[in-house]
T-cell receptor, first 113, second 113 residues
Framework: AQSVTQPDARVTVSEGASLQLRCKYS??????LFWYVQYPRQGLQLLLK??????VVQGVNGFEAEFIKSNSSFHLRKASVHWSDSAVYFC???????????FGSGTRLLVSP | NAGVIQTPRHKVTGKGQEATLWCEPI?????VFWYRQTIVQGLEFLTY????????DSGMPKERFSAQMPNQSHSTLKIQSTQPQDSAVYLC???????????FGSGTRLLVI
């Protein structure tokens, strides 16, 4: 079965600083990987997804993630954060051919002025 | 496309009463998922349907929770004899098919008093 670990429950960064949110997955096959963001009082929204090809995948609002197979990681990055990026970020994985996505516990990002 | 629609947005029930939550998935999406989200437990998978058929209800509390999808345009989650610990945000999502990303609704915030 698949699983996802997001080791950081909370991350605080200053506006304009760079960001990395960590994600490690467990799955023996080739994973489908996702990052979602949840703003207050809203559902989750897709930021980006990866299955194959260039291991660095671009998403919305300047976010990108890098798939590193040897490390089973899919960390999310942004070069310069804005206060509006404050939200909860979820990493997720599904198996090839699977419908069900397994979510991590989420990382709450606070961008301070 | 109005996205995934969940109604009501907020629901307050007295302990022991029944609560029914509604979800209208995106037209053409073959899979519908229900999740429960709390501060303590995070995002918990409850159940999902594919082409209206129940596929996996491994996350559903067995005694008081039930879910149905009578037609392709809506799904319901019913909680009988609600308890304070059922208070949570219930999220519905739909997806196009295997390995597709989810589109989430805004959720129903249930408060049991």
């Amino acid at each position: 079965a698949q699983s996802v670990t997001q080791p950081d429950a909370r991350v605080t960064v200053s506006e304009g600083a760079s960001l990395q949110l960590r994600c490690k997955y467990s799955y023996s096959g080739t994973p489908y990987l996702f990052w979602y963001v949840q703003y207050p009082r809203q559902g989750l929204q897709l930021l980006l997804k990866y299955y194959s090809g260039d291991p660095v995948v671009q998403g919305v609002n300047g976010f990108e993630a890098e798939f590193i197979k040897s490390n089973s990681s899919f960390h999310l990055r942004k070069a310069s954060v804005h206060w509006s990026d404050s939200a909860v970020y979820f990493c997720a994985v599904s198996r090839t051919g699977g419908y069900k996505v397994v979510f991590g516990s989420g990382t709450r990002l606070l961008v301070s002025p | 496309n109005a996205g995934v629609i969940q109604t009501p947005r907020h629901k307050v029930t007295g302990k022991g009463q029944e609560a029914t939550l509604w979800c209208e998935p995106i037209s053409g999406h073959s899979a519908v998922f229900w999740y429960r989200q709390t501060i303590v437990q995070g995002l918990e998978f409850l159940t999902y349907f594919r082409n209206q058929a129940p596929i996996d209800d491994s996350g559903m509390p067995k005694e008081r929770f039930s879910a149905q999808m009578p037609n392709q345009s809506h799904s319901t989650l019913k909680i009988q004899s609600t308890q304070p610990q059922d208070s949570a945000v219930y999220l519905c999502a739909s997806s196009l098919g295997a390995n597709s990303d989810y589109t989430f609704g805004s959720g129903t915030r249930l408060l049991v008093i």
